[in-house]
C-alpha cells in the first residue's frame, strides 16, 4: 500500500512525502542487513562443511575406480573356448 501511496505522493507533487518514505525504505534497509553478515558466517560454515564432505566423497569414488580400473587390467581376459 506505501508503494501506491507513494506513487500518489509524485504525481500530486507531494515530494517531501515521497523523499519521508524513501527515507523509511533506506533506515529500514540499513537496520536489516546488519543481520546478513551473521547468517553468510553461518552459511558460509555450512558451505565448508559440505565442500569438505563432497571432496571426501570424490577422493572415494575415485578410489574405487582406480581400483576396479587396475583389477581389470590385471586380471586375464578368460580365452573362448
Known sequence: ???????????RGQQK????LV?????????????????LAQFETTLADVQSRF???TSAVANVRRSR???NRASPT???N
Not at 1 to 8: D, E, G, P
Not at 17 to 20: C, Q
Request: glycine share 0%; no cysteine.
Open 17 to 20: 512525502r515521497f523523499l519521508a
Open 78 to 80: 578368460p580365452s573362448p
Open 23 to 39: 527515507k523509511q525504505y533506506l533506515a529500514r534497509m540499513v537496520e536489516e542487513s546488519t543481520a546478513v553478515e551473521a547468517e
Open 55 to 57: 571432496d571426501t566423497l
Open 69 to 71: 580400473s587396475s583389477r
Open 1 to 11: 500500500m506505501q508503494n501506491l501511496s507513494a506513487i500518489v505522493w509524485l504525481y
